[in-house]
């Protein structure tokens, strides 16, 4: 049975249409959501979201993703194939929102659709019109090679990379989930090479204990830890992290000894 995952800053009754078109075009497709909840044009909020949940799906499983503010403009739309322990399919605007998940399931090759490879499309609903039907044509096997042409000259998101100097961790918060947790792009291995577990740190003068989990630390009290993505989280146990922070994505965060 065909897996296609749809990934959204829609809310409304839009992933519906996208769903009633999948299918239309492979009716036996087990459609899950990941989630319709990104923020309104946040590329770099739905990218975090589909690179840590795409590796989880089975074998060529394909992720439709769509936070697409450039949508009817000339940009241009994407089909993917990433190969690492399985192969996975990625569809989407090229804006930068699929590049991260690619990366994270392995090598890939990305395909710039052919216009003549969807209907007719609305210049506001691409998730509909070309994305969904390019999307339920992988799942059924069609060849990516005759969807698209190669490119290499994708767009990818502007980051600031992780760094350590003297003293200081410097990274990029690039998500916060519902629970009000910081996730930044600083991957454990970097993390690792900074602070040991037990070790306290500082951000905005507020100590950090480095812990494992959220129940180390009282109810209340700011933490650090990996999380489930692998990457550094900032939280508190039981509150929001982001109210007490006042801390929003793409804000350039350093974290001191």
Do not use: C
């Amino acid at each position: 049975m065909p897996i296609i995952t749809l990934l959204t800053d829609f809310r409304d009754f839009y992933p519906a249409a996208m769903k009633a078109v999948i299918l239309t075009i492979a009716p036996q497709t087990n459609i899950v959501d990941i989630t319709h909840g990104i923020p309104p044009q946040n590329i770099k909020w739905g990218a975090a979201a589909l690179s840590f949940t795409a590796p989880f799906f089975p074998d060529n499983t394909v992720h439709i993703a769509v936070v697409d503010p450039g949508v009817g403009s000339e940009r241009r739309s994407l089909a993917i194939r990433a190969t690492g322990e399985k192969t996975q399919y990625l569809v989407g605007p090229d804006n930068g929102l699929l590049i991260p998940a690619a990366k994270t399931i392995g090598s890939f090759e990305v395909f710039e659709i052919f216009p003549g490879s969807t209907e007719k499309a609305s210049p506001t609903f691409h998730g509909r019109d070309i994305f969904a039907p390019a999307g339920a044509r992988l799942s059924l096997g069609e060849n990516i090679h005759e969807m698209g042409k190669p490119v290499t000259d994708f767009i990818e998101l502007p980051t600031k990379a992780p760094s350590i100097k003297n003293n200081i961790l410097a990274g990029e918060i690039i998500f916060i989930d519902s629970f009000g947790n910081l996730i930044t792009n600083i991957p454990e291995e970097i993390v690792f090479k900074f602070v040991k577990y037990g070790e306290t740190l500082f951000l905005e003068g507020q100590p950090l204990p480095f812990v494992h989990t959220y129940a180390n630390v009282n109810s209340d009290e700011p933490l650090l830890l990996i999380g489930s993505h692998g990457f550094l989280e900032i939280s508190l146990n039981r509150a929001s992290a982001r109210d007490y922070f006042d801390i929003n994505t793409e804000d350039i965060i350093q974290i001191i000894k």
